[in-house]
């Protein structure tokens, strides 16, 4: 269980149940009222060397932001929801955006006014729609420290159309099995080589509980799906990853197997990792290789084509040989 280190609030967050529940929650944890959730000069003043110290305060605050983003993969649109951040620290997280902005939890205490937004749209539409509730956090994570999951689920179920989805690193899915959810939500569990996360995708769950934790979500009733992200080409990738693939083959059980699919996403890396990880952990393995990675946007970095057009083809023909059956919803 999370224990913050410091908590850092917006004053009106009293103005909302979850903001009076956080703040009696943590009543004995120091607290400092905060201007802007998204503006804290104390944690931008911090240097590199110390993102793993600010991971451990927790920062509660109003969502200003509630705009849909369209997306075409797995959901329809991509919607802002109640945190932003993590407390694991994974090497390459896209989060981690701005040096000193986004390395820690953000929790938003609105969180009526999100749903309603979705559930509003989600009515009004002429098809079902499926709305991405966790592209800026880790929702099973957050659950552990606000219900919110609990209480989304729980508040979704009786809509008439739509679906909720969102990935995770994590296994604490105890509290989402006894839930009625309709067959409305997709949880899509994100995995990568025991040596991967153990040396990059610091303090998240271990393979083995993501695959449980998968069974567990199938027998409960939920729609469950696969990421292999993001997929690293270390020097011994190739072994890496088919004993991966096959070691989800063996676990995974046969229900989960006959309707699970993939999602195949290859890391993007930037200059702004390069920076953080270097100061932050010195004697971590470095994730850029100069010599199949290219630059991709300002800062940015991703596998060169011919790399990605090989290894592509490696990941099908894995996928296809252990998973007949399974759908690949794309490759990126």
């Known amino acids: 269980m999370f224990k913050p280190k410091a908590i850092y609030f917006e004053e009106n967050i009293e103005n909302y149940t979850l903001g009076k529940e956080l703040l ?37 605050g109003i969502r200003k932001t509630h705009r849909f983003v369209p997306n075409h993969k797995i959901s329809d649109y991509l919607v802002p929801y109640t945190s932003s951040g993590c407390t694991a620290a994974c090497m390459y ?39 991405e509730i966790g592209s800026n956090s880790d929702l099973i994570l957050e659950n552990t ?40 939500i997709i949880i899509r569990m994100s995995v990568n080589p025991e040596e991967i996360i153990n040396k990059v995708e610091f303090g998240t769950s271990r393979l083995k509980e993501r695959i449980k934790a998968i069974n567990k979500l199938k027998d409960a009733g939920y729609d469950v799906g696969i990421l292999v992200a993001p997929v690293i080409f270390v020097d011994n990738w190739k072994e890496l990853y088919t004993d991966l ?38 004697k971590a393995i470095n994730l850029y290789n100069k010599d199949i990675m290219t630059g991709r946007g300002k800062g940015k970095y991703w596998y060169k084509s011919d790399v990605r057009k090989e290894r592509e083809l490696f990941f099908k023909e894995q996928l296809n040989k252990y998973f007949p059956n399974n759908k690949i919803a794309y490759i990126v």
């Not at 944890?29 to 931008?44: A, G, L």
């Not at 701005?98 to 749903?115: G, H």
Request: hydrophobic letters at 35%; glycine letters at 0%; one cysteine or more.
């Open 93 to 131: 997280c896209y989060l981690v955006c701005n040096y000193n902005k986004c390395a820690y939890l953000r929790l938003f205490v609105n969180r009526e006014k999100m749903l309603d937004k979705i559930i509003q749209t989600s009515e009004k539409s002429d098809k079902e729609l499926v709305f």
């Open 24 to 60: 009696n929650k943590y009543k004995d944890v120091p607290m400092y009222k905060i201007q802007s959730h998204n503006n804290i000069e104390e944690m931008r003043k911090k240097s590199n060397a110390d993102f793993m110290d600010m991971k451990r305060n927790l920062i509660i």
């Open 245 to 282: 693939i096959q070691r989800l083959q063996k676990d995974l059980s046969n229900k989960v197997k006959k309707d699970v699919f993939f999602e195949i996403i290859f890391m993007t890396y930037s200059y702004v990792h390069t920076k953080i990880n270097s100061e932050a952990f010195p």
């Open 145 to 184: 420290i606000t219900n919110n999951l609990v209480w989304t689920i729980e508040n979704f179920k009786n809509t008439t159309k739509g679906k909720l989805t969102f990935p995770t690193k994590f296994s604490m899915v105890d509290d989402l099995l006894n839930l009625n959810h309709r067959n409305k």
